[in-house]
Structures are given as structure tokens and as C-alpha cells.
């Protein structure tokens, strides 16, 4: 079946350590988006990239990295720099980037990520 | 910035009943819009998406628009316990060229039985 599949579902990282979080998508969407979500609240943008070896930072990039390397995968780095990392990160694609309009983004099942 | 607003709640309806949710937004020039349901834990789900003026019907849902106020509305008849969860409100706008979707903090809903 076509979908977004993130992982790991759960994750924990260290004082001081960097995580990567996966995401891929086999719907052949050109967009890929990352997010994040604190409790009680709406999502926010943190990078997104419309074509592969490209992408641009969303609303809170501060200490955060991605890359695209292929269509397919768009994964997100945690980086020691970003000293709040504990919420929930979501993963979404769309078609069309440059014609966004009409598009609706789809969700990976999320990855929940806690300090130790 | 561009914003887009909603009423936290919880909005509390009982089963049966219909169930009304408001979002407005504040870039005019706004195209295309978005319902999201999100249960508790889980990723956003695609509920509806409206793009003219006027009222888009799906079921048991219905999405309302009217660009001249600058709001949006889901209204879901006949509300079932299974409609318990945060609606959340997207909002596509446009930046010399670069469209972005941008969120609302959500309405929590809660169907009483």
C-alpha cells in the first residue's frame, strides 16, 4: 500500500546527542514536509523540501538538519543544539509542490521523541 | 505573520446533536483550505478541503467558506461518540512563489453520549 512510514515510533535521546528520525514515502510526492507538535498545540513547520537536494527552513529550523538525497526519504537530524527536543515530530508529502494549491499534505504516524 | 485562528475548546455536544467548528484566517488572499481530525496520539487525518465559496458537503460533513469574512467552518450532523478528537484547521498561503500550509492550534471536541 502507498504511505508515509516514520520511524521509530518511539525515541529517547541523551544530554548532548543527535538523533535522526526517518521518514519515507512511496506515493512518488515531490514535497516532503517535517513538523513538530507540542501538547495542546497546532503543528509547526520546521523544514520542508519541494525537490530532491533541496529544501528550505520552516518557522523553528533552530537545531535541526535534514537532507534529500532521494525522492523517497526526507529524514530529520535532532541536533544537541536544540535544547527542547521532547514532542511529537510528523512527517508529511503532497503532490505539486509549485502548484501547493488544492494539495493536501498526508501524515506519517508520527515519531514521539523524550529526553533520558 | 500569517495566522490562523481557532477556538481551543473543548467544545462539549451531545450525540445526535450537530457539532460546529470555526476557523478564521488572516491572509486575504488565501486559496485553498483544509479540515484535519487528529485523535489523541495519532497523526492528522484528512477530513475535508474547500477551495470556493459557499458550503462543500461529504457525508455527514460539511465545510463552509466565505472569504469575504475570512472564516471557515466544519459542521459534522448527527454526531457520533467517534467524532471525539481535535479538528485542526490548514490554511494554504503564498509567498513570492512559495505556498505553505500553515496550522491552527485545534478545537477539541467532545461527543457526550
Not at chain 1, 527552513?57 to 521532547?86: C, H, M, W
Request: charged fraction near 20%.
Amino acid at each position: 500500500d502507498g504511505g508515509i512510514t516514520q520511524s521509530p515510533k518511539y525515541l529517547f535521546r541523551k544530554e548532548g546527542q543527535n538523533v535522526t528520525l526517518s521518514c519515507e514515502q512511496n506515493l512518488n510526492h515531490d514535497a516532503m514536509y517535517w513538523y513538530r507538535q507540542d501538547p495542546g498545540q497546532g503543528l509547526r513547520l520546521i523544514y520542508y523540501s519541494q525537490i530532491v537536494n533541496d529544501f528550505q527552513k520552516g518557522d523553528i529550523a533552530e537545531g535541526y538538519s535534514v537532507s534529500r538525497e532521494k525522492k523517497e526519504s526526507f529524514p530529520l537530524t535532532v541536533t544537541s543544539a536544540q535544547k527542547n527536543p521532547t514532542a511529537f515530530y510528523l512527517c508529511a508529502s503532497s503532490i505539486a509542490p509549485r502548484r501547493l494549491r488544492n494539495q493536501p499534505q498526508h501524515f506519517g504516524d508520527g515519531t514521539r521523541l523524550s529526553i533520558l | 505573520q500569517k495566522e490562523v485562528e481557532q477556538n481551543s475548546g473543548p467544545l462539549s455536544v451531545p450525540e445526535g446533536a450537530i457539532a460546529s467548528l470555526n476557523c478564521t484566517y488572516s491572509d486575504r488572499g488565501s486559496q485553498s483550505f483544509f479540515w484535519y481530525r487528529q485523535y489523541s496520539g495519532k497523526s492528522p487525518e484528512l477530513i475535508m478541503s474547500i477551495y470556493s465559496n459557499g458550503d462543500k458537503e461529504d457525508g455527514r460533513f460539511t465545510a463552509q467558506l466565505n472569504k469575504a469574512s475570512q472564516y471557515v467552518s466544519l459542521l459534522i450532523r448527527d454526531s457520533q461518540p467517534s467524532d471525539s478528537a481535535t479538528y485542526l484547521c490548514a490554511v494554504i498561503w503564498s509567498n513570492f512563489g512559495n505556498e505553505k500550509l500553515t496550522f491552527g492550534t485545534g478545537t477539541r471536541l467532545t461527543i457526550i453520549p
